[in-house]
């Protein structure tokens, strides 16, 4: 399984961005997806999550600007964002999580830079 996300970059404060995850190796269809974000000084932390089976969930720091989508017929994951804030500022990772064993994959991250 490899994961490359993009769509990152840099946007004004209040402004939107959308990252997209595209997944190789047969099983998105059946995986959940997440993404995940670091900024610089801290730990990772979770943004957001989708079931194979199509239900979100969300960080109460995103939950109301931040939309995670999935297309399966594009092996692709997506995090509309909105609203953002200076805050948002950090690398955003995508995670497959491959089903029944567990296993997690990650892809190499993209740069979301919010400027107030």
């Known amino acids: 399984v490899q994961l490359q996300a993009s769509g990152g970059g840099l946007v004004q404060s209040g402004g939107s961005l959308r990252l997209s995850c595209a997944a190789s190796?047969?099983?998105?269809?059946?995986?959940?997806m997440a993404w995940y974000r670091q900024a610089p000084g801290k730990q990772r932390e979770f943004v957001a999550k989708?079931?194979?089976?199509?239900?979100?969930s969300y960080a109460n720091s995103v939950k109301g600007r931040f939309t995670i989508s999935r297309d399966n017929a594009k092996n692709t994951a997506y995090l509309q964002m909105n609203g953002l804030k200076p805050e948002d500022t950090a690398v955003y990772y995508c995670?497959?999580?491959?089903?029944?064993?567990?296993?997690?994959?990650w892809g190499k991250g993209t740069q979301v830079t919010v400027s107030s």
């Open positions: 995670k497959l999580t491959r089903p029944i064993i567990g296993m997690d994959y």
């Open positions: 989708i079931t194979s089976s199509d239900s979100p």
């Open positions: 190796g047969g099983i998105f269809s059946f995986a959940d």
